[in-house]
């Protein structure tokens, strides 16, 4: 390996025929490409995805009311009803694995302007919660305070308003905190406001929300001991997957709905669509590793064959070394010394490429600006050692048969070929 003069005989056998060497080594680099960029794009949507994720409380379901279409315990069907607030603390007494409830009520955007600010004025959607819901939500307080249940207790008028609220209601540099803006002709006084985790920034309605105590919100705008909806989250350790059933069914219990009844209640699994999303990733890697290899070993296939005949057209050489006495195992390094080298060197021009080519496409997301779902695509150190072990395997496989093939030749045989 270490050899001067074996390295020099490499080199000139591969460069007797350049453009022969660099089409043969195009297959394996593009093989390497394409694994690396297929990577890098299936890394940047599941960074994307997750960036959309992230803040959010993914062990989480959200469940709500809807109309009954079953008779029970002598209540009609095409019942409408409501929860309540003494449900969320049957779920806690029933379903101990759960980490967070959440009663939440809200007061949806009216077709006139519901908020209301000296002069300026527009349409908001107003959430009545409890302080964990902060914990639920990819939201962070970015100036002032959340609510707390001391402002539950005493059902303080008090808010907090996202940043594109204060945006429009308020000057560019004017203090927030401590103001008072108009819910449907109530005041209620600025503690806080928040900023979206996420990077598309929760979409249309983003940093659009105000929020308030849920008993004040209660009491503000009649809605007694109601409650919308909820958002609940098990503790770690637990699938909300498999809690879900036994919640719904307490929840029917205590409002006297059927308990076959399917259409009564209504919930979201935000946890099985997580899992169907982490899937996804496994799949694009899967595909990604699948496509990429096709494409090397047609590359290896190309090296083997050009190694083929290297061997054909070097028999009477090959004859000559083996007739002074040249060992056979000798031959056999060579000749995949010089498979591994070529399959090596185009495989890692094909990794300087795949780089150069993430950087440039993080480069143009950077000057452009974020997009959905797509983040920052990039491939770790491990898959690049990876793709160095696939490159040396694949030179010892391109080159192995082609070893074999030239000491099979008998040195007699080969000495008359011409």
Known sequence: MFSKDRWKEILEVLSSNVWRTVATAFGVGWG??????????????????????????TNTMFMWTRTTTMAHLGLPEGRDFNF?????ELLRRNVPE?????????????????????????Q?????????????????????????????QSKRKVVVIGDRVRSELYEK?????????????????????YKQKTSNGGGENGEREIFMPFTTFSQAFNRADNV?????????????????????????????????????????????QYNRVESLFGALKFVAYFVGILVLISGIIGVSNIMLIVIKERTKEIGIRRALGENP???????????????????????????????????????VGPVDMFLNPSVSLGVVISALVILVLSGLLAGFIP???????RPIEALRTE
């Open 329 to 367: 195992w000798s031959i056999r390094i060579q000749v995949l010394m010089e498979s591994i080298f070529l399959t090596i060197i185009s495989g890692m021009v094909g990794i300087i490429f795949g780089s150069l080519t993430i950087y440039g496409i993080n480069a143009l997301l950077e000057s």
């Open 124 to 152: 908001y959607t107003v959430f009545g919660d409890y302080p964990e819901i902060i914990q639920q939500n990819p939201i962070y307080t970015a100036k002032g305070r959340f609510f707390n249940y001391n402002d539950i």
């Open 403 to 409: 070893a074999n093939s030239a000491i099979r030749v």
């Open 228 to 272: 919308g909806w909820m958002a609940i989250t098990a503790k770690d350790g637990s699938s909300i997957s498999n809690l879900k059933e036994k919640v719904v069914s307490t929840v029917k219990q205590s409002r006297k709905v059927h308990p076959d009844d399917k259409r009564a209640i209504g919930y979201f699994d935000l946890y099985e």
């Open 84 to 88: 309540k607030l003494e449900d969320v």
């Open 32 to 57: 390497i490409f394409i694994l690396i960029v297929l990577l890098a794009a299936g890394k940047g949507l599941e960074n994307g995805i997750r960036q959309d994720f992230n803040g959010v409380a």
């Open 98 to 122: 759960l980490r967070i409830i959440s009663p939440r009520n809200r007061m949806r955007q009216a077709e006139g302007d519901n908020v209301v600010r000296g002069l300026e004025s527009g």
């Open 173 to 193: 540099d004017e203090e927030v905190l401590g103001t008072y803006i108009k819910i449907s002709g109530i005041n209620f006084m600025v503690i806080g406001t």
